[in-house]
Nanobody, 125 residues
Framework: QEHLVASGGGSVQAGGSLRLSCQASENNFRTSCIGWFRQTPGNEREGVAAVYTGSGETFYADSVKGRFAISRDMWKNMVFLQMNDLKPEDTGVYYC??????????????????WGPGTQVTVSS
């Protein structure tokens, strides 16, 4: 299983923005759910957003609706997560992964594979 590589994290103040990028291979990008998840120490991974690459349909956790936007670039096998109006509770390590079996993208991390090292997002108040 090839890993998906997340990048673009950083440190921002509350209210700021960041754009995360996820590089996938063609094998784990085509007609798959590509999801963004985040994790803080001692907690389970939390689903943030996902996109079904076949149609572009997007899915969001309630906590980020209206602030985050997920998009895809079919030519580059990439998925992006634009994060606006960031809050301290958005802090965590952000990962992207692929679920090739579903087209209604789940927010649970169980079906997803290809977990890479993640990228740190820190939002200060």
């Amino acid at each position: 299983q090839e890993h998906l590589v997340a990048s673009g994290g950083g440190s921002v103040q509350a209210g700021g923005s960041l754009r995360l990028s996820c590089q996938a291979s063609e094998n784990n990008f085509r007609t798959s759910c590509i999801g963004w998840f985040r994790q803080t120490p001692g907690n389970e991974r939390e689903g943030v957003a996902a996109v079904y690459t076949g149609s572009g349909e997007t899915f969001y956790a309630d906590s980020v609706k209206g602030r985050f936007a997920i998009s895809r670039d079919m030519w580059k096998n990439m998925v992006f997560l634009q994060m606006n109006d960031l809050k301290p509770e958005d802090t965590g390590v952000y990962y992207c992964a692929s679920d090739p079996r579903n087209f209604i993208c789940p927010m649970s991390d169980r079906p997803y594979k290809g977990w890479g090292p993640g990228t740190q997002v820190t939002v200060s108040s």
